[in-house]
C-alpha cells in the first residue's frame, strides 16, 4: 500500500492480490463521514483517491484512516466467510418451531 | 461419585476451535470488543483477537470463556449453536405478537407553547381538533386486530386532558370491547398535568390508569422549554407529580425529559430534581429533529458529540447517585443493558429491527388518520406524509399492516442486511430507524457514516461499555437495570 498527495485528493494503492474490491468498498462506506473515495484499477493495483470533506483534514490521517479501515472489513470479510454456514443454521433452527416459515398446506 | 474432568480434557489445541458468528469493535488502546449473534460480549487485547481468529491462540482462560459466549465451538459440537438458536428465538419472541402499543392523539388543543413542540398544537378554544367518538370507535376496532396479548393505550395530544370525556369514553369502551378478546390492558395519559384535577385523580385511580408527563429539569429550565400562561408550567408539573404519588401511589407516574441546549450543562440539576420528587427513573432523551423542534429557537441547536457529553455527564451522576446508596435509573442504559445482559428484547420501537414502527406501536390522529409512529405523525405535521397508514374511517386493518407504506421502510431498514449495521459489533443491541432516516437523509436505510442516529447510539452503547469494562460497580449496577 502506497499513499502519494496530489493536488485535488491524496492517492492510496492497494495490491489486488490481497485486498478484495469488497473490503475496499466497504471501507469507503465507512468513512464517507470524513472522505469520499474513488476507487479505479490499475494493473494490478486499486487506485485509490482520497477528497476530505474538510480542506483542512490532515492527508495522512485519511491515508491511515483508510488504511486501517480496509484491513478491519477483509478482517470481518474472512470472518463472515468462515462463519456463514453456522450462522445460517442458526437461523434455520431458530426459525424452524416458530410457525413463520411453515408453508400452508394446499386444501384438498 | 465425583467426576473430575483432566486438565487434558478442557484444553483446546491450537487450530481446534471453529469461530462462531462473531463481529468485532475496536476499543480504547489495543482493545477488541467482540459481540455474538445475541449480544453477548468479551473484550480480548487484539493480538489474542488475531491469534483466536488465525488459530495460533494458546491462552486457555480466553479459550474458555469464548466458548462460554457462545463466540467459539469445538468441531463436532451441536449444543453451542443450539443454544444460539434459543436465544435468538427468546429475542425475537415479541415478533409475531405485533403492535403493543396504541397512541390515541384524542386532540391537537394545547394551553402550553412549548418551543421545541413536535406538533401543530392548536389553542385551546379549537374544538374541531378533537378526536370524535366515531373515530375512537373505528380506531379501537384496530387495536383489538393486533395480535400482542398486552395492549397500552396511551393517549396523547396536543393535551388530551383537554378531551378527557373521549379519553373516559375509549377506556370504557376498550375494557367493554376487551370482554370478548380477553386481551391485558394497560392506560395512559400523557399529560402536562396543568388540567388535572379530582375528577381525573378519581378516575385513574378508579380504572388503574397511569399518567406520564413532561419534566426538563428545575423550575427556570423547565419553564424556559415549556411555555404557558402565567409561566407556571414546572409548578403545576410538579404538584401533579406530588398529587398523584400521593392518592395513587409513588408509581403511578413517570416524567420524561427533553434535552434542549439550555440542558446541555445541567445534567446534575436535572437529575437532582427528578430525585427530589422521589423520581427513580430519568430518560435522558435528545430533541428529535421533527416540528418545532428544529425551527429557529426550538431548542434543538447542538450536535450529537454535545449531546453524548451531556449524557455521559449525566450517566455517571447517576452511576455516583447509586454508589451512594441513591437508587435512579437511567432509562435508556437499562434498555441497553438488558439487550447486553440478558436475551430479552424490551421492545423499545427505536431499539428493535425489524423497526418498531406498525409492529411495536400504531399512532390514530384527532382526524382519524393512521400513523405507523408517533415521529411519522410529527413528519405528516411537516407535510410529509410518508408514514401515515391509511384512515380509520377508510382502511381495513390488512390496508394498514400489509400496504406498502409500512412494508417498505420495514424490508429496507433490517440491521441483519443493511450497509454498515451488518458487520457492527453494537448490531444486537441498535435497532432500525427509517423515520429518521427518512426525515434526516430521505432515505430509509440511511448513510450511517453520516448518520445521527448511527453516532449517537454509537456513542451510548461505547460509553456503556468502556464503564462495563473500567468500572466494575457500574457493570453491576447495569446488570441489575437489565433484570427489571
Request: charged share 25%.
Amino acid at each position: 500500500m502506497t499513499a502519494e498527495q496530489g493536488v485535488d485528493g491524496t492517492a492510496v494503492t492497494f495490491d489486488r492480490m490481497t485486498v478484495d474490491l469488497d473490503a475496499l468498498q466497504r471501507a469507503a462506506y465507512a468513512v464517507a463521514d470524513v472522505m469520499t473515495v474513488d476507487i479505479a484499477v490499475g494493473g494490478d493495483k486499486y487506485l485509490c483517491t482520497l477528497f476530505p470533506r474538510d480542506s483542512a483534514a490532515d492527508r495522512d490521517e485519511l491515508a491511515h484512516r483508510i488504511r486501517s479501515e480496509v484491513i478491519d472489513q477483509t478482517l470481518r470479510a474472512r470472518i463472515a466467510a468462515q462463519t456463514e454456514p453456522l450462522r445460517n443454521l442458526i437461523f434455520a433452527l431458530a426459525f424452524s418451531q416458530t410457525g413463520l416459515a411453515d408453508t400452508e398446506t394446499p386444501s384438498q | 461419585m465425583t467426576a473430575r474432568l483432566s486438565r487434558e480434557s478442557t484444553t483446546v489445541a491450537p487450530g481446534r476451535w471453529q469461530l462462531l458468528p462473531m463481529r468485532f469493535h475496536r476499543f480504547d488502546g489495543d482493545c477488541i470488543l467482540l459481540t455474538n449473534l445475541v449480544g453477548e460480549h468479551v473484550f480480548l487485547p487484539e493480538k489474542e483477537f488475531l491469534a483466536v481468529v488465525d488459530g495460533s491462540c494458546a491462552d486457555q482462560h480466553v479459550l474458555a470463556e469464548l466458548r462460554a459466549k457462545h463466540l467459539i465451538q469445538l468441531p463436532g459440537e451441536r449444543l453451542p449453536a443450539e443454544l444460539l438458536a434459543i436465544k435468538l428465538r427468546t429475542r425475537l419472541r415479541r415478533l409475531p405478537d405485533s403492535t403493543g402499543l396504541h397512541m390515541f392523539v384524542v386532540t391537537l388543543r394545547c394551553e402550553h407553547t412549548c418551543r421545541y413542540c413536535q406538533v401543530s398544537r392548536q389553542s385551546s378554544a379549537k374544538s374541531e381538533y378533537d378526536m370524535s367518538q366515531d373515530a375512537a370507535q373505528r380506531s379501537l376496532e384496530l387495536v383489538f386486530r393486533s395480535p400482542s396479548p398486552h395492549l397500552k393505550l396511551e393517549f396523547q395530544g396536543g393535551e388530551p386532558l383537554l378531551n378527557f370525556p373521549l379519553v373516559k369514553w375509549i377506556v370504557a369502551e376498550a375494557k367493554r370491547m376487551n370482554q370478548a378478546y380477553g386481551k391485558r390492558l394497560a392506560f395512559v395519559i400523557a399529560t402536562n398535568l396543568a388540567l388535572l384535577d379530582d375528577e381525573v385523580l378519581e378516575f385513574c385511580g378508579r380504572e388503574d390508569v397511569y399518567l406520564s408527563t413532561s419534566l426538563d429539569g428545575p423550575a427556570d429550565l423547565h419553564n424556559g422549554n415549556r411555555r404557558r400562561p402565567g409561566q407556571d408550567s414546572w409548578e403545576q408539573t410538579v404538584a401533579g407529580i406530588r398529587r398523584i404519588q400521593d392518592s395513587l401511589g409513588p408509581d403511578r407516574v413517570s416524567a420524561l425529559m427533553t434535552t434542549t441546549e439550555a440542558s446541555l450543562d445541567r445534567a446534575h440539576d436535572i437529575i437532582d430534581a427528578y430525585a427530589d420528587l422521589g423520581l427513580r427513573r430519568v430518560f435522558l432523551r435528545p430533541i428529535s429533529p421533527y416540528g418545532f423542534a428544529i425551527r429557529r429557537r426550538g431548542g434543538g441547536g447542538y450536535d450529537v458529540e454535545r449531546w453524548l457529553e451531556f449524557y455521559q455527564a449525566g450517566l455517571d451522576y447517576i452511576i455516583d447517585l447509586n454508589r451512594r446508596g441513591v437508587p435512579m435509573v437511567e432509562t435508556y442504559a437499562a434498555i441497553i443493558a438488558k439487550k447486553m445482559f440478558t436475551n430479552d428484547d424490551p421492545g423499545y420501537v427505536d431499539l428493535t429491527s425489524p423497526a418498531g414502527i406498525g409492529l411495536g406501536a400504531l399512532v390514530y390522529n384527532y382526524d382519524g388518520d393512521v400513523y405507523a409512529s408517533d415521529e411519522g405523525r410529527m413528519l405528516a405535521e411537516m407535510k410529509d406524509h410518508t408514514f401515515r397508514l391509511g384512515n380509520v374511517h377508510t382502511s381495513s386493518y390488512e390496508d394498514i399492516m400489509l400496504g406498502e407504506q409500512l412494508l417498505q421502510p420495514l424490508e429496507q431498514s433490517l440491521t441483519l442486511s443493511a450497509p454498515m449495521c451488518s458487520t457492527c459489533a453494537f448490531e444486537p443491541y441498535c435497532g432500525a430507524d427509517p423515520v429518521f432516516h427518512h426525515a434526516t437523509m430521505n432515505d430509509f436505510v440511511g448513510q450511517k457514516a453520516m448518520s445521527a442516529f448511527c453516532q449517537r447510539n454509537m456513542g451510548v452503547f461505547t460509553a456503556l461499555f468502556r464503564r462495563v469494562r473500567n468500572d466494575s460497580f457500574a457493570k453491576e449496577l447495569f446488570w441489575n437495570w437489565a433484570q427489571q
